[in-house]
Protein backbone atom coordinates (compact mmCIF):
# COMPACT_ATOMS: atom_id res chain seq x y z
CA UNK A 1 0.00 0.00 0.00
CA UNK A 2 1.07 3.69 -0.39
CA UNK A 3 1.38 5.31 3.03
CA UNK A 4 1.58 9.05 4.27
CA UNK A 5 2.95 8.14 8.38
CA UNK A 6 2.00 10.73 10.29
CA UNK A 7 4.24 11.57 13.73
CA UNK A 8 6.20 13.46 16.02
CA UNK A 9 8.08 12.52 18.67
CA UNK A 10 10.60 9.74 19.06
CA UNK A 11 8.71 7.03 20.49
CA UNK A 12 7.45 7.11 16.55
CA UNK A 13 10.62 6.91 14.90
CA UNK A 14 10.49 2.84 15.58
CA UNK A 15 6.95 2.60 13.68
CA UNK A 16 8.19 4.78 10.55
CA UNK A 17 11.31 2.91 10.23
CA UNK A 18 9.55 -0.31 10.54
CA UNK A 19 7.07 0.64 7.62
CA UNK A 20 10.03 1.90 5.75
CA UNK A 21 11.48 -1.55 5.65
CA UNK A 22 8.21 -3.12 5.21
CA UNK A 23 6.68 -4.13 2.08
CA UNK A 24 4.32 -1.07 1.93
CA UNK A 25 5.58 2.16 -0.01
CA UNK A 26 5.27 5.40 2.99
CA UNK A 27 4.92 8.03 0.19
CA UNK A 28 5.10 11.19 2.49
CA UNK A 29 5.55 12.40 6.17
CA UNK A 30 3.43 14.17 8.23
CA UNK A 31 4.78 16.22 11.40
CA UNK A 32 4.35 18.89 13.60
CA UNK A 33 6.06 22.09 12.56
CA UNK A 34 9.52 22.27 13.93
CA UNK A 35 9.34 23.74 17.55
CA UNK A 36 11.59 26.20 19.90
CA UNK A 37 13.76 24.17 22.34
CA UNK A 38 16.56 24.65 24.50
CA UNK A 39 18.06 28.04 26.44
CA UNK A 40 18.35 29.62 23.09
CA UNK A 41 15.37 28.75 22.11
CA UNK A 42 16.55 27.57 18.39
CA UNK A 43 13.87 25.64 16.15
CA UNK A 44 14.44 22.28 16.05
CA UNK A 45 12.97 19.66 13.68
CA UNK A 46 10.55 16.69 15.23
CA UNK A 47 12.24 12.92 15.91
CA UNK A 48 10.18 12.23 12.54
CA UNK A 49 11.25 15.06 10.26
CA UNK A 50 15.04 14.04 10.87
CA UNK A 51 14.24 10.63 10.43
CA UNK A 52 12.12 10.92 7.00
CA UNK A 53 14.42 13.49 6.12
CA UNK A 54 17.56 10.90 6.68
CA UNK A 55 15.42 8.26 4.05
CA UNK A 56 15.30 10.58 1.38
CA UNK A 57 10.95 10.67 2.22
CA UNK A 58 8.76 14.23 1.78
CA UNK A 59 8.16 15.86 4.58
CA UNK A 60 4.97 18.27 5.25
CA UNK A 61 4.55 20.17 8.39
CA UNK A 62 1.03 22.12 7.13
CA UNK A 63 -1.89 21.94 9.91
CA UNK A 64 -4.23 19.80 8.39
CA UNK A 65 -7.44 21.13 7.71
CA UNK A 66 -9.29 22.76 5.53
CA UNK A 67 -10.32 21.11 1.89
CA UNK A 68 -7.23 22.78 0.14
CA UNK A 69 -5.03 19.84 2.97
CA UNK A 70 -7.68 17.51 1.96
CA UNK A 71 -6.74 17.82 -1.89
CA UNK A 72 -2.64 17.93 -1.52
CA UNK A 73 -3.26 14.23 0.23
CA UNK A 74 -5.49 13.17 -2.84
CA UNK A 75 -2.87 14.08 -4.90
CA UNK A 76 -0.58 11.53 -3.38
CA UNK A 77 -2.89 8.64 -4.26
CA UNK A 78 -2.40 7.09 -0.78
CA UNK A 79 -4.33 3.97 0.37
CA UNK A 80 -3.74 4.37 3.98
CA UNK A 81 -2.31 6.52 6.72
CA UNK A 82 -0.53 5.44 9.76
CA UNK A 83 -0.49 7.38 12.54
CA UNK A 84 1.92 7.46 16.00
CA UNK A 85 1.76 10.28 17.95
CA UNK A 86 1.22 12.94 15.86
CA UNK A 87 -0.05 15.57 17.85
CA UNK A 88 -2.75 17.31 16.02
CA UNK A 89 -6.47 16.55 15.64
CA UNK A 90 -7.89 15.97 12.24
CA UNK A 91 -10.94 17.05 10.68
CA UNK A 92 -13.42 14.47 8.85
CA UNK A 93 -12.85 16.02 5.00
CA UNK A 94 -9.34 14.79 5.82
CA UNK A 95 -9.99 11.33 7.47
CA UNK A 96 -12.08 10.53 4.51
CA UNK A 97 -9.11 11.16 2.25
CA UNK A 98 -7.72 7.30 2.68
CA UNK A 99 -9.57 4.50 1.09
CA UNK A 100 -8.25 2.04 4.51
CA UNK A 101 -8.58 5.37 6.60
CA UNK A 102 -5.85 6.07 9.59
CA UNK A 103 -4.64 3.77 11.30
CA UNK A 104 -3.35 4.86 15.14
CA UNK A 105 -1.22 3.39 16.74
CA UNK A 106 -2.19 4.32 20.76
CA UNK A 107 0.32 2.90 23.54
CA UNK A 108 -2.30 0.96 25.56
CA UNK A 109 -5.10 -1.21 25.05
CA UNK A 110 -8.29 0.30 24.17
CA UNK A 111 -10.88 1.77 25.52
CA UNK A 112 -8.20 1.91 28.62
CA UNK A 113 -6.65 4.85 29.11
CA UNK A 114 -7.86 7.16 25.95
CA UNK A 115 -5.83 10.45 25.55
CA UNK A 116 -2.65 11.96 25.33
CA UNK A 117 -0.88 10.35 28.37
CA UNK A 118 -1.60 6.17 28.45
CA UNK A 119 1.72 4.94 29.46
CA UNK A 120 2.29 7.67 32.28
CA UNK A 121 -1.44 6.83 33.64
CA UNK A 122 -0.91 3.02 33.64
CA UNK A 123 1.85 3.31 36.11
CA UNK A 124 0.41 6.09 37.90
CA UNK A 125 -2.63 3.78 38.26
CA UNK A 126 -0.71 0.59 39.28
CA UNK A 127 -1.65 -1.55 36.55
CA UNK A 128 0.31 -4.62 35.82
CA UNK A 129 -0.01 -5.29 32.21
CA UNK A 130 -0.42 -2.65 29.12
CA UNK A 131 -0.18 -2.64 25.67
CA UNK A 132 -0.54 -0.96 22.17
CA UNK A 133 -3.48 -0.99 19.75
CA UNK A 134 -4.26 0.08 16.52
CA UNK A 135 -7.62 1.51 15.49
CA UNK A 136 -9.12 3.71 12.86
CA UNK A 137 -9.31 7.03 14.02
CA UNK A 138 -12.32 8.67 13.96
CA UNK A 139 -13.63 12.17 15.23
CA UNK A 140 -13.36 11.09 19.07
CA UNK A 141 -10.80 10.77 21.06
CA UNK A 142 -9.18 7.46 20.87
CA UNK A 143 -13.02 6.07 20.07
CA UNK A 144 -12.50 4.47 16.45
CA UNK A 145 -12.99 0.53 15.88
CA UNK A 146 -10.15 -1.54 17.17
CA UNK A 147 -7.99 -3.39 14.08
CA UNK A 148 -5.37 -5.35 16.70
CA UNK A 149 -3.59 -5.50 19.81
CA UNK A 150 -0.78 -6.96 21.80
CA UNK A 151 0.15 -6.53 25.36
CA UNK A 152 3.44 -5.85 27.89
CA UNK A 153 3.89 -6.29 31.51
CA UNK A 154 4.54 -3.13 33.77
CA UNK A 155 7.99 -4.29 35.17
CA UNK A 156 8.30 -3.01 38.78
CA UNK A 157 10.79 -0.34 38.61
CA UNK A 158 9.68 0.61 35.47
CA UNK A 159 9.42 4.63 34.58
CA UNK A 160 7.22 5.82 31.65
CA UNK A 161 10.40 6.08 29.32
CA UNK A 162 11.31 1.99 29.84
CA UNK A 163 8.31 1.17 29.35
CA UNK A 164 7.42 3.25 25.92
CA UNK A 165 10.91 2.24 25.06
CA UNK A 166 8.96 -1.23 24.75
CA UNK A 167 5.73 -0.35 23.44
CA UNK A 168 7.23 1.54 20.84
CA UNK A 169 9.31 -1.49 19.68
CA UNK A 170 6.33 -3.40 19.64
CA UNK A 171 3.91 -1.40 18.76
CA UNK A 172 5.77 -0.94 15.76
CA UNK A 173 5.66 -4.44 14.33
CA UNK A 174 1.93 -4.65 15.60
CA UNK A 175 1.78 -1.50 12.91
CA UNK A 176 3.22 -3.25 10.28
CA UNK A 177 1.16 -6.66 10.71
CA UNK A 178 -1.90 -4.61 11.12
CA UNK A 179 -1.27 -2.79 7.61
CA UNK A 180 -0.28 -6.41 6.04
CA UNK A 181 -3.53 -7.54 6.92
CA UNK A 182 -5.70 -4.59 5.82
CA UNK A 183 -3.68 -4.73 2.43
CA UNK A 184 -4.96 -8.43 2.09
CA UNK A 185 -8.53 -7.99 3.32
CA UNK A 186 -8.21 -10.07 6.17
CA UNK A 187 -8.92 -7.35 9.18
CA UNK A 188 -12.74 -6.65 9.91
CA UNK A 189 -12.65 -3.39 12.45
CA UNK A 190 -14.20 -4.73 15.92
CA UNK A 191 -16.13 -1.83 18.23
CA UNK A 192 -14.60 -1.23 21.14
CA UNK A 193 -16.23 -2.60 24.37
CA UNK A 194 -18.77 0.08 25.89
CA UNK A 195 -17.44 -0.74 29.58
CA UNK A 196 -13.58 -0.71 30.98
CA UNK A 197 -13.10 2.98 29.03
CA UNK A 198 -11.06 5.22 31.37
CA UNK A 199 -8.96 8.62 30.46
CA UNK A 200 -5.03 9.76 30.46
CA UNK A 201 -4.82 13.17 29.83
CA UNK A 202 -1.75 15.01 29.31
CA UNK A 203 1.10 14.94 32.42
CA UNK A 204 1.45 18.53 33.47
CA UNK A 205 4.43 19.87 34.94
CA UNK A 206 1.50 20.20 38.52
CA UNK A 207 1.46 16.49 38.59
CA UNK A 208 4.96 15.40 38.30
CA UNK A 209 4.98 17.54 42.15
CA UNK A 210 5.55 14.71 44.96
CA UNK A 211 2.92 14.46 47.44
CA UNK A 212 5.31 13.42 50.56
CA UNK A 213 1.81 12.30 52.23
CA UNK A 214 0.96 10.08 49.98
CA UNK A 215 1.61 6.07 50.70
CA UNK A 216 5.17 5.01 49.76
CA UNK A 217 3.84 3.29 46.68
CA UNK A 218 1.84 6.13 45.23
CA UNK A 219 4.73 8.15 45.40
CA UNK A 220 6.86 5.69 43.40
CA UNK A 221 4.66 5.25 40.90
CA UNK A 222 4.15 9.01 40.80
CA UNK A 223 7.57 9.39 40.30
CA UNK A 224 8.37 6.64 37.74
CA UNK A 225 5.18 7.62 35.90
CA UNK A 226 6.91 11.09 35.33
CA UNK A 227 10.36 9.82 34.22
CA UNK A 228 12.27 11.20 32.13
CA UNK A 229 9.27 13.70 31.40
CA UNK A 230 7.81 15.80 32.50
CA UNK A 231 10.46 14.70 35.27
CA UNK A 232 9.49 14.21 39.23
CA UNK A 233 9.84 17.55 41.77
CA UNK A 234 9.34 18.58 45.45
CA UNK A 235 10.56 22.09 47.15
CA UNK A 236 13.42 23.04 49.74
CA UNK A 237 12.32 25.94 52.10
CA UNK A 238 13.47 28.74 52.22
CA UNK A 239 17.08 30.03 52.98
CA UNK A 240 15.81 30.05 57.08
CA UNK A 241 15.19 26.44 56.79
CA UNK A 242 11.41 27.39 58.05
CA UNK A 243 8.35 25.91 55.83
CA UNK A 244 6.88 30.11 56.76
CA UNK A 245 5.99 30.84 52.86
CA UNK A 246 9.31 32.09 52.46
CA UNK A 247 10.89 31.16 48.66
CA UNK A 248 11.13 27.46 47.96
CA UNK A 249 13.86 26.06 45.55
CA UNK A 250 12.68 23.19 43.40
CA UNK A 251 14.59 19.52 43.51
CA UNK A 252 14.46 17.28 40.68
CA UNK A 253 13.46 13.64 41.67
CA UNK A 254 14.48 10.50 40.05
CA UNK A 255 13.27 7.09 40.80
CA UNK A 256 12.93 6.50 44.30
CA UNK A 257 12.59 2.96 46.59
CA UNK A 258 10.60 2.35 49.37
CA UNK A 259 12.11 1.13 52.46
CA UNK A 260 9.44 -0.79 54.42
CA UNK A 261 11.54 -1.08 57.30
CA UNK A 262 11.76 2.92 58.11
CA UNK A 263 8.64 3.72 59.59
CA UNK A 264 10.23 6.64 61.68
CA UNK A 265 10.12 9.90 59.83
CA UNK A 266 7.17 12.28 59.31
CA UNK A 267 5.93 12.78 55.60
CA UNK A 268 8.52 14.79 53.70
CA UNK A 269 11.03 14.85 56.78
CA UNK A 270 14.61 13.78 55.70
CA UNK A 271 17.10 11.66 56.86
CA UNK A 272 20.54 11.40 55.53
CA UNK A 273 23.61 8.51 56.15
CA UNK A 274 26.83 8.06 54.47
CA UNK A 275 25.22 5.57 51.49
CA UNK A 276 21.53 7.27 51.13
CA UNK A 277 19.02 9.61 52.04
CA UNK A 278 15.61 8.53 53.12
CA UNK A 279 12.27 10.53 52.85
CA UNK A 280 9.10 10.07 54.99
CA UNK A 281 5.73 9.22 53.54
CA UNK A 282 2.46 8.46 54.77
CA UNK A 283 3.35 4.90 55.47
CA UNK A 284 6.98 3.88 55.10
CA UNK A 285 10.15 5.95 54.17
CA UNK A 286 11.36 5.62 50.45
CA UNK A 287 15.23 6.23 49.48
CA UNK A 288 15.93 9.11 47.22
CA UNK A 289 17.72 7.95 44.06
CA UNK A 290 19.51 10.79 41.93
CA UNK A 291 18.65 14.38 42.94
CA UNK A 292 18.67 17.72 40.52
CA UNK A 293 18.90 21.26 42.21
CA UNK A 294 18.43 23.99 40.27
CA UNK A 295 20.68 24.79 38.20
CA UNK A 296 22.57 21.65 38.58
CA UNK A 297 23.35 18.13 37.19
CA UNK A 298 21.68 14.98 38.57
CA UNK A 299 23.67 13.83 40.92
CA UNK A 300 23.43 10.32 43.92
CA UNK A 301 21.25 11.71 46.62
CA UNK A 302 24.12 10.23 48.85
CA UNK A 303 26.74 13.11 46.90
CA UNK A 304 23.79 15.97 47.71
CA UNK A 305 23.81 15.38 50.96
CA UNK A 306 27.34 15.36 51.45
CA UNK A 307 27.85 18.98 49.44
CA UNK A 308 24.35 20.47 51.79
CA UNK A 309 26.19 18.60 54.95
CA UNK A 310 24.08 15.82 56.73
CA UNK A 311 23.25 17.92 59.53
CA UNK A 312 21.40 20.65 57.69
CA UNK A 313 19.49 17.81 55.47
CA UNK A 314 18.18 16.02 58.34
CA UNK A 315 16.46 19.73 59.58
CA UNK A 316 14.59 19.61 56.04
CA UNK A 317 10.87 19.06 55.33
CA UNK A 318 10.41 18.51 51.88
CA UNK A 319 7.00 20.78 50.22
CA UNK A 320 4.13 18.52 50.08
CA UNK A 321 4.19 17.35 53.02
CA UNK A 322 0.47 19.18 54.21
Known amino acids: M ?66 EFAERLRGLEIDAAPVVAYGHLLRPEVLAVPPQGWVNLHFSVLPAWRGAAPVQHAILAGDEVTGATTFLLDEGMDTGPVLGTATETIRPRDTSGDLLGRLAASGAQLLVATLDALAAGELAPQAQPADGASLAPKITRDDALVRWTDPALAVDRRVRAVTPAPGAWTTLPGEDGADDGAPRARLGLGPVVPRPEVTDLAPGELRATKSEVLVGTATCAVALGDVQPVGKRPMAAADWARGAGRAVVDAVVLGGAR
Open 2 to 67: RLLFAGTPEPAVPALRALIDSEHEVVAVLTRADARAGRGRRLVPSPVRLAAQEAGIPVITDVPRGE
